[in-house]
Structure formats: structure tokens, C-alpha cells
């Protein structure tokens, strides 16, 4: 599995960007965002039951995000049009402000290394690339537990002090200084 000090690797798929009509897809790269830290989370498959309520936690928190200059990535390995069928079928996603990209390939799942061993889904993995494209925090769960957003944009407003963040540091606590 890639970690930190990392490159992110390199991708192009097709990702959801839209419910508008003729405007629902657009391919992305590692270069689509450049000079913005990206927030990529993976999650297993489209229409189950954990991931609607992270992707949905991710999309209420889109704006601190970008806020933050970080752009919010979703990937699973679905298609493209698996995953536009769901946001049109779940309450949840339908106003989705950030792309949904299909590793219908399981290409970047399998550069990362998040691929489930038995299952050949990606397990419950978040990546913070800066905006260099290096991977500087990683987080794996398991297919079962979904993750916590807020410590993803914990994590993202620490690392983006590039100082000494203490254990349960938040956004505006004193960084520590070293001696």
C-alpha cells in the first residue's frame, strides 16, 4: 500500500460531475486540480448501506474543503454510470458537490494497494495529497466502519499549519514549538 512520502499515482477515469443533462461526466486526472491539496476517498461498491452515509458526511463538508483549497475526490470501482444511477436513486447524493470517480479498472485501487484481499473491492481508504502531489496521511478502514470526516479535515488543517501539531490538536490551538 502507497503511505506517506508517497506520490499519488498517476489516473484518468471518467467521474460523475453533474445531474444536469449532457453534463453529467467529465474524465479526470491527477492533473485535473493542480496546486490544490485533494482529499481521495475510496469506498467498496455503489447501493450498499456504510457509504452513502460517508460520501454524504463528505458533501456536507465540501465547503470547509475548499475553504481549505482541498478538493474532495470519491473513487470506487463502479462505473460511471453505476454511480450516476445512484445519486439520481438516493436522497443523500443527489446534490453531490464533488466528482465521483469510476476505477472501473481497478487501476488506482491497485496502485494504491486498497484493494480488499478476498472481496477485490477497495477497502474504506482516505489519502491527503498536498498539493505537490504527495501523499501526506493515510487512513484504511475496514469494509464495516466508515470513517470520520471531521478527522480528515482535522488531519488537512494540520498538516497545513507545516508545523508540530500535538495529540487531539484543532484548527487554532497552539502548534508546539520545538526546543
Same mark, same amino acid.
Given at each position: 500500500m502507497l503511505?506517506? #512520502?508517497?506520490?499519488?499515482?498517476?489516473?484518468?477515469?471518467?467521474?460523475?460531475?453533474?445531474?444536469?443533462?449532457g453534463?453529467?461526466?467529465?474524465?479526470?486526472?491527477?492533473k485535473?486540480?493542480? #496546486?490544490k !491539496?485533494?482529499?481521495?476517498?475510496? !469506498?467498496?461498491?455503489?447501493?450498499?448501506f456504510? *457509504?452513502?452515509?460517508?460520501?454524504?458526511?463528505?458533501?456536507?463538508k465540501?465547503?470547509?474543503?475548499?475553504? /481549505?483549497d482541498?478538493?474532495?475526490? #470519491?473513487?470506487?470501482?463502479?462505473?460511471?454510470?453505476?454511480?450516476?444511477? !445512484? /445519486?439520481?436513486?438516493?436522497?443523500?447524493?443527489?446534490d +453531490?458537490?464533488? &466528482?465521483?470517480?469510476?476505477?472501473?479498472?481497478?487501476?488506482?485501487?491497485?496502485?494504491?494497494?486498497?484493494l480488499?484481499?478476498?472481496?477485490?473491492v477497495?477497502?474504506?481508504?482516505?489519502?491527503?495529497?498536498d498539493?505537490? $502531489?504527495?501523499i501526506?496521511?493515510?487512513?484504511?478502514?475496514d469494509?464495516s466502519? #466508515?470513517?470520520?470526516?471531521?478527522?480528515? +479535515?482535522?488531519?488537512?488543517?494540520?498538516l497545513?499549519?507545516?508545523? +508540530? *501539531? &500535538? *495529540?487531539? !490538536?484543532?484548527? $487554532?490551538?497552539d502548534?508546539?514549538?520545538?526546543?
Open positions: 503511505t506517506v #512520502g508517497d506520490r499519488f499515482p498517476q489516473y484518468s477515469l471518467e467521474a460523475v460531475v453533474s445531474l444536469e443533462k453534463k453529467e461526466f467529465q474524465k479526470l486526472t491527477e485535473s486540480h493542480e #496546486g !491539496w485533494k482529499i481521495v476517498f475510496l !469506498w467498496p461498491m455503489d447501493f450498499t456504510v *457509504c452513502p452515509t460517508e460520501i454524504a458526511a463528505f458533501g456536507k465540501n465547503r470547509d474543503f475548499e475553504d /481549505r482541498a478538493q474532495v475526490l #470519491g473513487v470506487s470501482t463502479d462505473t460511471h454510470f453505476v454511480h450516476l444511477a !445512484w /445519486r439520481k436513486n438516493h436522497p443523500d447524493l443527489l +453531490l458537490p464533488f &466528482p465521483m470517480l469510476a476505477d472501473t479498472k481497478r487501476e488506482l485501487s491497485t496502485a494504491l494497494g486498497v480488499h484481499k478476498t472481496d477485490g477497495p477497502l474504506r481508504a482516505t489519502f491527503i495529497v498539493p505537490e $502531489g504527495v501526506r496521511h493515510v487512513n484504511v478502514n469494509l466502519v #466508515g470513517r470520520n470526516v471531521d478527522e480528515v +479535515l482535522r488531519n488537512l488543517d494540520a497545513q499549519t507545516d508545523e +508540530l *501539531c &500535538p *495529540c487531539n !490538536w484543532q484548527k $487554532g490551538d502548534t508546539l514549538k520545538a526546543a
